[in-house]
């Protein structure tokens, strides 16, 4: 009887969390982007604002096997409304030499000296490193060839790089073990000296990363795959799958750059929705530390079909991490509220329903497929003293309406935009409506309405007073 009390009372808990954890709510900001599907996530603070680079993988999925093609990017300021930046590099138009057009798998950017460097693995070919001017790219492949080609192949994937204060970088990678390199100043080369012509392979110990029983009964580390490699209080912090399939988040320390590791447990374990592979990255920003892993919690959502999300968290005092739990609510605060009275990009978004986004030379990326009862919602929208009007730059072929909302899709209606036909999905026009005057802080919502169909594309809004 206890223990069946007992029992009713862990399946009733259990139940509440499950409910908690991935029910549909009214304040999911998980997984962040709605729009595609995008894992592997590398964030990068850079100028004050959050770039998180992720892989991307293709609504349609190949041999039952990952399907990528390109690697995307986003902003925020905030941490709660993410700018679409689209495909910032992209096998096919950047890497032509590379025979195969599927494998663009988990990358990461890091900026030196006004230059970023994108380390893209592609499966099975090796890692390559493309350079821009500016962390949207063009990202350009100076070298024409990989950087890494250890002959590892399968192996050659999941790059983090790190620079360290005294300006060494610092390249790992690698799937089942880490490997290494020593980058140099132009973080296109690597110092030949050390290791296997340049390359240095790190000791799979148990004491680093953990011991693990093998399928076959050998004994073997929890290290899996996904390295994430950076420095907090001078103590430098490993973080990566482990566990085997599905993966947990695992991590190590170290008082040096190149180990020894010691094994310190593990942060996100196996949870329902996050997929058989996870991917993790951490920054800190703005005075709080934020953990971005991947689940495939998105209707359609699979193992190769996966999500980017973040939670907020604390380091304990000693510099440890705590155990994470993935949750639908993600973060919970905006950073900072969202000027309505300057232009912004359609695509910045909080949470979406049935919109994609698209990109072109003049306009950059915009909101496209829109249809009847898609919606957009903005967080933490300040509009002061109040606004009066609103308008919106669309291009459409039908036409349509943006219903303008506060608080919730079917909350307080402020205005109605109406967006003529303009003649083609890519003759832009600006359309103006008056609001009822909103004072305060609101999160805003844009509720797309009209026939069946594709109703307009739609590029950026701003409120006027
Ligand atoms: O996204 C493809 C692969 O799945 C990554 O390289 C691994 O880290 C795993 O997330």
Redesign the pocket.
């Known amino acids: 009887m206890k223990y069946k009390k007992s029992n009713m009372y862990r399946k009733a808990s259990l139940l509440i969390l499950m409910v908690l954890l991935f029910a549909g709510s009214a304040y999911a900001q998980n997984p962040i982007v709605q729009t595609y599907f995008t894992?592997?996530p590398a964030p990068m603070v850079y100028n004050d604002t959050v770039f998180v680079y992720t892989?991307h993988?293709e609504d349609s999925t190949k041999a039952n096997f990952?399907t990528?093609y390109d690697w995307r990017c986003y902003s925020t300021t905030d941490m709660v409304n993410w700018t679409d930046h689209g495909a910032v590099a992209s096998l096919e138009k950047d890497l032509p030499w590379v025979n195969k057009k599927n494998g663009a798998?988990?990358v990461q950017c890091i900026e030196r000296n006004g230059k970023f460097y994108l380390y893209v693995?592609i499966?099975g070919t090796g890692i390559c490193v493309l350079v821009a001017d500016s962390p949207y790219g063009p990202f350009i492949d100076h070298l024409g060839k990989q950087l890494i080609d250890s002959d590892h192949l399968w192996q050659d994937?999941?790059p983090t790089v790190f620079i360290d204060d005294d300006g060494q970088a610092y390249l790992y990678w690698g799937?089942p073990s880490v490997w290494y390199v020593k980058l140099n100043e132009d973080m296109i080369s690597y110092d030949k000296s050390i290791g296997d012509n340049g390359v240095v392979s790190v000791e799979m110990a148990a004491e680093s990363f953990g011991e693990s029983v093998k399928k076959d009964g050998t004994l073997g580390t929890k290290y899996v795959?996904?390295p994430w490699f950076y420095k907090r209080n001078n103590l430098y912090y490993l973080i990566y799958?482990a566990n085997g399939v599905p993966e947990s988040i695992g991590y190590s320390t170290s008082i040096s750059p190149t180990g020894p590791w010691k094994y310190q447990g593990l942060i996100m374990e196996r949870y329902p929705k996050l997929s058989f592979?996870?991917?993790s990255g951490i920054i800190d920003y703005k005075g709080n530390s934020y953990f971005f892993y991947?689940n495939e919690a998105l209707p359609n959502g699979g193992g190769f079909r996966?999500s980017t999300c973040v939670e907020q968290f604390v380091y304990n005092a000693d510099g440890s991490i705590p155990s994470i739990v993935p949750t639908v609510e993600g973060v919970k605060t905006s950073l900072e509220n969202l000027n309505p009275f300057k232009r912004n990009e359609a695509e910045t978004i909080a949470w979406s329903e049935g919109l994609k986004t698209a990109s072109d030379s003049k306009r950059g990326v915009y909101v496209s497929q829109i249809n009847n009862g898609d919606y957009i919602k903005v967080r933490s929208v300040d509009f002061a003293k109040g606004a009066k009007k609103f308008e919106a730059t669309a291009a459409s072929k039908t036409g349509g309406k943006i219903e303008i909302r506060l608080g919730a899709k079917d909350g307080q209606l402020i205005g109605v935009c109406e967006i003529a036909n303009t003649g083609s999905a890519d003759t832009w026009k600006t359309f103006t409506t008056k609001v009822e005057k909103v004072k305060g802080v609101h999160d805003l919502y844009f509720v797309f309405e009209g026939n069946d169909g594709e109703l307009f594309n739609f590029d950026a809004w701003e409120f006027g007073k």
């Open positions: 894992a592997d892989s993988d990952f990528m798998w988990a693995p499966h994937i999941d799937n795959e996904g799958a592979t996870n991917h991947h996966r």
